[in-house]
């Protein structure tokens, strides 16, 4: 059996450690107990109003690219440049991304990728006429392109 002088040690014990929890400066078990109960209604206060930001927050975010991408294209003499760059890895982003090319009807001539915990492509490419020449093209057609390439990516990947 536990003695009485265990217990009260015990209790005292516990009392300390929630008026060090709470900040308390309080002596008596009384006042710690109150200090504690204003310290979770605190506590609860800011859990609400943190689900309240995060929801607002997806809100928001729903309606853009969930994600910081950089997409930067440059028109060339011949072609053009392009650099994405993510945060994350994207699994299968490239492939969205050459799928635009092609519908563009664009060759990627010189590209570099990157998709270990972040995604970066560099890309030189160009659309070939009929004689074979190197044709001038409309980066902001390419850039339009390769957003809605990264976009169809996000919501295939987001019914996965």
């Known amino acids: 059996m536990i ?4 217990k009260r040690a015990a ?16 002596h008596s078990k009384t006042s ?16 609400e109003r943190l689900n309240q930001e995060a ?9 853009q690219i969930p994600m ?7 028109a060339k003499e011949k072609g053009f440049l392009i650099n994405v760059l993510t945060e994350s890895s994207c699994p299968g982003l490239l492939v969205f991304i050459l799928e635009a090319f092609e519908e563009l009807g664009l060759e990627v001539l010189q590209a ?18 009929t004689q ?9 057609v390419v850039k339009q392109a390769v957003l809605r390439a990264i976009e169809n990516w ?3 990947s987001e019914q996965e």
């Open 3 to 6: 003695s009485r002088e265990q």
């Open 11 to 26: 209790m005292y014990k516990k009392l300390q450690l929630l008026r060090s929890i709470t900040n308390s400066h309080a």
């Open 32 to 47: 710690i107990l109150l200090d504690a109960s204003k310290y979770i209604e605190e506590l609860k206060q800011k859990v």
């Open 55 to 63: 929801v607002m927050a997806q809100n928001s975010s729903d309606e």
């Open 68 to 74: 910081p991408v950089q997409v930067r294209v440059e």
């Open 112 to 129: 570099r990728v990157s998709c270990s915990s972040s995604f970066h492509l560099e890309a030189v490419g160009g659309k070939e006429n």
């Open 132 to 140: 074979g020449q190197v044709e001038h093209v409309d980066a902001q």
């Open 154 to 156: 996000n919501k295939s």
